[in-house]
């Protein structure tokens, strides 16, 4: 039960959006709801003015402009799930949207909502980050676009400015032979990652690898790229011990969490596994 008052606006365009957002300090976007709602029942988000962006029906769009595959804010996990074009090309996408929650929440919940939300166990930050997509966004001072590396600051935490909405997300179609895929470890009851690892790979006609890209949720307080086991992979043939070598160092660098559902040391064993099936998986496909 929501017992704090306050005032609800349902715009049906951005720039009414972006004004009504503008009115108050305490104003807070509404989209999918599966994050907010909650926080309101329990009493540990209370706006002023809720704006409902969910009559925008531009900001549900998934389309294919100038080399990217651009998907709207508001376009729920299931769409994306379903969706051919992400499906052929941006596969880790799809497996991340798939894996979220239940049908109900896939149902409802948006790309849009999660990360401006940011929550450390989402699953789509990690496609994100592993296909280095733009996170559009919309304010009082215009458009900016944030690249998803500089987008995660932390915790619940972004690069968003509290008047500015995500509109969309750019995912680059990535080129030649590539791959990608989606290896998670889920919480047995809210679904939520305890490590998630997205892997976008590329060969060259020799079949090394060109270029791998390796995005983790779940296990700290923030998504990150795996920077350190993308160099140890690339310029290899991604064989099995070299999969293995780059995989161990998934974690290097990284305070990983440690709390009731996992302590840190399992997830960084966690995040090892998981970076190897990812990789294992992208290799696979880009080879075709």
């Known amino acids: 039960m929501i017992t704090h008052p306050f005032t609800y606006e349902a715009p049906a365009t951005i720039d009414d959006a972006v004004k009504a957002l503008g009115r108050s300090r305490e104003t807070k976007i509404l989209a999918g709801g599966h994050s907010l709602i909650p926080l309101m029942k329990l009493g540990l ?14 900001l549900r769009d998934i389309r294919s402009e100038d080399g990217a595959i651009v998907v709207g804010a508001l376009a729920t996990h299931r769409s994306i799930a379903d969706d051919s074009k992400i499906a052929a090309t941006l596969r880790a996408l ?18 849009g909502g999660s990360l401006a939300h940011a929550d450390p166990a989402a699953d789509e930050p990690a496609p994100t980050l592993a296909f280095d997509a733009t996170i559009r966004v ?12 500089e987008y995660f600051k932390g915790t619940f ?6 008047n500015e909405i995500v509109v969309e997300i750019r995912f ?26 997205a892997a ?31 160099r ?5 043939r991604a064989d099995a011990s070299a999969v293995d070598a780059a995989a161990a160092k998934a974690a290097d660098g990284v305070t990983m969490l440690s709390d009731l559902t996992a302590s840190s040391e399992f997830r960084k064993q966690l995040v090892t596994v998981h970076a190897r099936r990812a990789v294992e998986r992208a290799v696979e496909r880009a080879r075709g």
């Open 172 to 197: 680059p179609a990535p080129a030649g032979r590539s791959g990608s895929a989606y290896a998670k470890f889920a919480h047995p009851a809210s679904g939520f990652a305890i490590v998630g690892v």
């Open 232 to 236: 140890a992979l690339v310029g290899t």
């Open 138 to 149: 919309i304010g009082p001072k215009g458009r900016r676009d944030i690249p998803a590396r």
């Open 94 to 111: 799809a497996e991340a949207a798939a894996s979220v929650g239940d049908l109900q929440v896939r149902s409802r919940g948006t790309i």
């Open 200 to 230: 976008v790979v590329g060969l060259k006609a020799d079949g090394t690898v060109e270029r791998a890209a390796i995005g983790v949720t779940g296990a700290a307080a923030g998504p990150f790229r795996a920077t350190a086991a993308e």
């Open 45 to 58: 988000a209370e706006p002023e003015v809720l704006v409902d962006i969910g009559r925008i029906t531009a």
């Open 157 to 162: 935490e972004t690069a968003l400015a509290p």
